[in-house]
């Protein structure tokens, strides 16, 4: 049997506004900081309220090993999030994690990590964890929003040592149309590996390019989940191979050729 | 010289005997929402619950349904899943050899599309070391055809449950559609037809629309409701069927926290499932434990057992 999974009644410790609709959320969770690897995820659920019902999955935007926290950042979007937005600092919710498999840092001498939408927060954190490690890659990110006030997580990525570019889909920062256009010209000479998270059409693009040009690559899924744990089955992709993979336990993170895009 | 006397606080009984099952306690897992426990024995001690049941079995293994398979509700949930599952050889390979060694029942929820299936699981599945009781799946409100005809329709739940009770070598409890007008006269059948218990409440069929797909949310289009939002009807089913047959009845429909426990044990039932509680809450089940207990000790209630069906005894004047 595997190791316990921690599970809190954590204490909001911080909740701000980083860009319109966008909060990050910190969370007092000593062993899930401790623990948590980039590409996993925790769940949240609000206290005192069975509606909305479901808890929320999260992937981990920072982690303080040392001051024992855990950002997370989310858009307020529906109900589970507008619940959400209420947990004031002092608040408590209930946290479990970190769950879900990392990324897998590939023998390359470049990583390319791609973040779109709220698909950003693992791409940080993987940023910022490669750039602890001292890890002998050179690190690009391409972030892409649907427009410019939504592109977030920027200065992290940019004191993490990482070469950044945007892309926004009405042209107001950096590339005028979607991020994965960016994507081609970094798999061209160096030894690369590409890791992304963010909204499904994105992935399966990048799916495409890489499996195009026989580059390594690793997505993070996301998808709506009620346990987070692989009992209710609920969030599950289908497979290239036949049969389904629960995102959260099989996932979140896959390599393009398991799953059928 | 002075005595001091010392206050005992005695430990209230949980056991509660089902079946011919002894149970530690009357709380359990509900099927399809507790995987097979390993994803939870990451949370709690599994041995702590009254019994374990897991997720249905069907003649063959089945993928399950394509996405979306849930979706959120108002105190709730709708789920589609399509009743997953490995097959009778996938369980009894690979699930069982782990889950017999815990200490504690371990029941098998039974599904499938026609009598003979079923009384096929029922044969193989009971003979099996370690299979302590089948739960009979008359229910599921999932798939295309099978469980949702069997769930309704009296004459079936009777002739079906009769076949199976003939080849079934451990306790059957068949688990009971409330899509249904009369509940009590499946539940009489099913005792009639010789049913060690009845588990009652399924998912209620339910459905909820995607505004901006202008579709359903679901893939299945429709799904079984569950969670708080179905707990009074759930309880009103539970509370009839108690009084109306002599088997006991295990109570199952929105159970989130002890306090629902309580008023399923008082409306009759003798045991308790926790299903989607577990989804949003992975330590609900030793929540619920615990929290019963407390409650006996501060009630001054030595056995559990005094209180199934209180709310049914007429009022005292």
Redesign the interface.
Known sequence: ?????P?YRAEVLDHVEVAPEHFVMTLDAPEIAREARPGQFVMV?SLGT??????RAFSVYHADAEGGCIDIMYRQVG??TGRLRLNEPGVHV?L?GPLGKPFQLADVEQVVLVGGGVGVPPIVFYAEYLDRLLAPVKVVALIGASTETFLVGIDHLQRANATVRVATDDGTAGHHGYVTQLLPEYLEDTPTAVYACGPMPMLAAVARITEAQGVPAELALE??M??G??????????RRE???ARVC?DGPVFRPEEIAW | MSTVEVKRETRPSLEVELAGMKLKNPVMSASG???WG??????FDLNRMGALVGKAVTPRPR??N?????A??????L?A?GL?NPGPEGFLNQILPRVRLLDLPVWVNVSANSLQEYVDLCDLLSQADGVSAIELNLSCPNVGRGGAEFCVVQEAVRETVSACRKVCRVPLIPKLSPNTTDVVALARAAEEAGADAVSLINTLVGMAIDIDRRRPVLGNQTGGLS??AVKPIALRMVYEVSGAISIPVVGIGGI?CWQDAVEFLMAGAAAVQVG?A??????AIPEVIDGLENWLREKQIGDVREIIGVARQPKRR
């Open positions: 049997m595997s190791e316990s999974i599970i659920r069975w509606d909305p019902l479901l808890p109900r589970g209930q479990w998808a709506p009620a346990c744990v692989g009992a209710c089955l609920g969030c599950t992709v289908p036949g049969g389904y336990t | 929402c507790f995987g390993e994803e939870y024995a990451r949370f993928p399950g394509p996405d979306v398979r849930i959120e509700t108002p105190a709730g949930m789920n899943i997953q969670g708080p989130a989607t577990n989804f949003f809450n992975p330590t």
